[in-house]
């Protein structure tokens, strides 16, 4: 019986590349000479820190920046808002991976509405999808790239 499964997946490896460009690109740009401003990546948060609140604003952009040129969607940032001390002001973004349960029952659910003949089923952080027939697991692929999401989604470990 043909199935696949619908991960969300980042490559941490791009991130950590990002997160370095965006160190070294802090250093070269007069709007940030001397000013303590820096991107710290802490396994999959990334902490944004410098002395203002706009600083901290044109820090994510070049972070997006970044991960964009990098291949890695931003939609798998969690956008926390920023925080303000007497000089320090601090941002912190966390890169998610995996399907939550909430977005897992959304995808069964728009599926199971679509009336096709497949079975949806979510297995931790993945769904998979099984079914008689190619053509319908094709036709579910093309639903939920259709939809929109606020995850990146991938299709993989396709098996007939």
Request: charged share 30%.
């Amino acid at each position: 019986m043909p199935s696949f499964d619908i991960v969300s997946k980042v490559n941490m490896q791009e991130v950590v590349n990002a997160v370095d460009q965006a160190n070294r690109e802090l250093t070269t740009r007069f709007d940030f000479k001397g000013i303590d401003a820096k991107f710290e990546l802490d396994g999959n948060k990334v902490t944004l820190r410098a002395r203002e609140e706009f600083q901290v604003k044109q820090m994510f952009d070049i972070l997006t920046g970044r991960l964009s040129t990098r291949k890695v969607d931003v939609r798998s940032l969690q956008v926390d808002s920023p925080q303000v001390n007497v000089n320090d002001t601090w941002q912190l973004v966390t890169v998610r991976q995996g399907i939550e349960a909430d977005l897992a029952r959304k995808i069964v659910k728009m599926i199971k509405g679509e009336k096709l003949k497949v079975q949806a089923s979510i297995q931790g952080e993945q769904v998979r999808i099984s079914g008689k027939k190619k053509d319908v697991l094709q036709q579910v692929i093309g639903m939920l790239k259709e939809a929109n999401f606020d995850m990146p989604l991938q299709f993989e470990n396709y098996r007939d």
